[in-house]
Structure formats: structure tokens, C-alpha cells
């Protein structure tokens, strides 16, 4: 089982990636279609399962790729992003200042406070900030969810770091977004992605 995630790679990339799984005999399969293997413990073939985290706008892009190879992907998206048009941790990149090992430095501060300074910090940054548009709209994100070969599953509301908010904050986040993307998508949310790999 080969398990690819992505975040924001280019229709090149991607097609790419997608080659070099089907020279190599690789079945892409659906994260439903994963979990039917995984309960009975048969596997007898090489699959791969391919997800995105974030819910970039640019992974429209990518819906070429997915009709021309018929390959299933799962889209996990931040639903404040979808809100508002970015992620927080762009805010933090903005400040054009900065080294990128100090961007990096400070993305990781910030994603290690409690969610109230967590909060306090991202709405001090987004005051001053200037950003494009980034991240997949409501109507795009509906768009994406009629696709037959694409899943959407829930990445938290504003994508902090789980271990470093409390209980209460972690039940609101996958609560919450789960519930947004089932209202805008009209359809049961079943996957989750922990932001940053944390949990």
C-alpha cells in the first residue's frame, strides 16, 4: 500500500506521479475502497491512495489529470479558509522580511500556542495583510464534491496543531468543520486528516 499526499503540486507534477503509478502497476483506489481492504485483510495487488491536505483553489486544476487517468483522490479541507480565502500560516509567510528559516521558525512557534494565542497572534497578522486569494471558494468546493473520483474530507476548521489546544477546542474543530463541509457539500464527511500530522 502506497499512500501519496500532496498539498498544492502542479497539473505536471501531478500527471507525473500518476505515470510512474501506472508503469509501475499500481491501482489507485479510493479511501472507501481502502478501508473495504484493509477490514478483510486482502491484499494481493500494489494500490496506492492519493489525498490532498488544505483545499487549495489550484487543486482544480488537477481535475484533468483525475478525468484522463480515472484516478480517485480525497480533497481534506480547512473550512476557515474556505471562508475567509487563505491559511493562516500564509499570513505568516507574507512578511517579506523574513528569512525562510525564520518563516519557518515562527509557523512553528505560532502552531504550538494554547487557542488563545493562537488566535490572538493569527488575527494580528491577518490585520495588516495583503493576500490573493488562495484557497478554494464555497462554489469551487461544491464544484469538487459532484466529481465522482473525488472525496472531500474534513482538516479541522482553522488547521492548528491539535496537541497544543485543549480538549474542548480539538472537539470544536473536527465537530465543527465536519459539519461545514456536510452543509456546503450536502454529503457525510467520513475522513479526517490531522493538520501537521499531529494528533
Known amino acids: 500500500i502506497l499512500s501519496i499526499y500532496f498539498h498544492d503540486p502542479s497539473p505536471k507534477l501531478f500527471e507525473r506521479i500518476i505515470k510512474y503509478l501506472n508503469a509501475n502497476n499500481y491501482r ?29 483553489q489550484n487543486n482544480l486544476m488537477l481535475l484533468d489529470v483525475v478525468r484522463k487517468y480515472n484516478v480517485y483522490i480525497t480533497i481534506f479541507v480547512t473550512t476557515s479558509a474556505i471562508e475567509e480565502g487563505n491559511f493562516w500560516f500564509e499570513f505568516v509567510a507574507e512578511n517579506k522580511n523574513q528569512s525562510k528559516a525564520s518563516i519557518t521558525q ?9 487557542e488563545n494565542s493562537f488566535n490572538s497572534e493569527i488575527i494580528k ?10 484557497a478554494l471558494t464555497e462554489k469551487e468546493l461544491i464544484q469538487l464534491s459532484t466529481e465522482p473520483m473525488v472525496a472531500i474530507g474534513s482538516h479541522t476548521v482553522t488547521h492548528p ?39
Open 28 to 56: 489507485i483506489i479510493s479511501l472507501t475502497q481502502f478501508n473495504a481492504i484493509i477490514d478483510n485483510k486482502q491484499l494481493n495487488e500494489k494500490i496506492a491512495v492519493i489525498t490532498f491536505d488544505d483545499g487549495w
Open 125 to 134: 497578522l491577518k490585520s495588516n495583510a495583503h493576500l490573493i486569494r488562495s
Open 161 to 199: 496543531s491539535l496537541p497544543y489546544i485543549s480538549n474542548n477546542a480539538q472537539k470544536k474543530e473536527l465537530i465543527d468543520s465536519k459539519n461545514i463541509l456536510e452543509r456546503l457539500t450536502n454529503q457525510k464527511i467520513n475522513y479526517f486528516s490531522y493538520p501537521n500530522g499531529d494528533y
Open 106 to 114: 515562527e509557523k512553528i512557534r505560532i502552531k504550538k500556542l494554547n
